[in-house]
């Protein structure tokens, strides 16, 4: 399932790489620890399941949480780090969080959503900025027209020693 592939990677680096959350998961959640090896190892195969043709309305939360929270708050980064400034004082889903650091990283992040949309057939670009539109997220994730967040540019991923990302 995609959306397995979707968690794997923070859980996968973040949670059973690390000694402590991986020690935390084994006690507490061996079965979880246990898919996170197992997805890892996963190769692809000749499945015959067939993509989803449509989003499934679970999603709707996370799309909603997308558009209000996340999004804003990229734009907000975005614009702060426009603005030079080191520091920047968001306000995410109601929280205000006081003097964040301004991250490249994150408006690498918005520069690559805009960028996976221009690069839509049109056919597909109309059913997203429909399903966006009905969560509340496709003006946000084209607020900002002009994004520089100058990472390395032409490399994939922006995480190589050229560029410092926060």
């Known amino acids: 399932c995609l959306a397995d592939i979707a968690f794997t990677g923070p859980f996968f680096r973040h949670f059973s790489q690390d000694p402590v959350p991986a020690e935390i998961m084994k006690q507490r959640a061996p079965a979880v620890f246990e898919w996170v090896a197992r997805l890892w190892n996963d190769r692809a195969g000749s499945g015959d399941d067939a993509l989803l043709q449509d989003l499934p309305e679970d999603w709707s939360p996370w799309l909603r949480d997308i558009g209000t929270v996340y999004l804003p708050y990229l734009c907000e980064n975005a614009l702060a780090h426009q603005q030079g400034q080191r520091r920047f004082s968001p306000t995410a889903g109601g929280v205000r969080y006081p003097r964040a650091r301004t991250s490249a990283y994150r408006v690498w992040c918005l520069e690559q959503l805009q960028s996976h949309c221009n690069t839509l057939p049109e056919d597909a670009l109309a059913r997203v900025r429909d399903i966006l539109q009905a969560h509340g997220a ?24 050229s560029h410092k990302m926060l």
């Open 138 to 161: 496709w003006e946000p994730l084209w607020r900002m027209q002009t994004l520089d967040s100058g990472v390395n540019r032409g490399l994939t991923p922006p995480f190589g020693c």
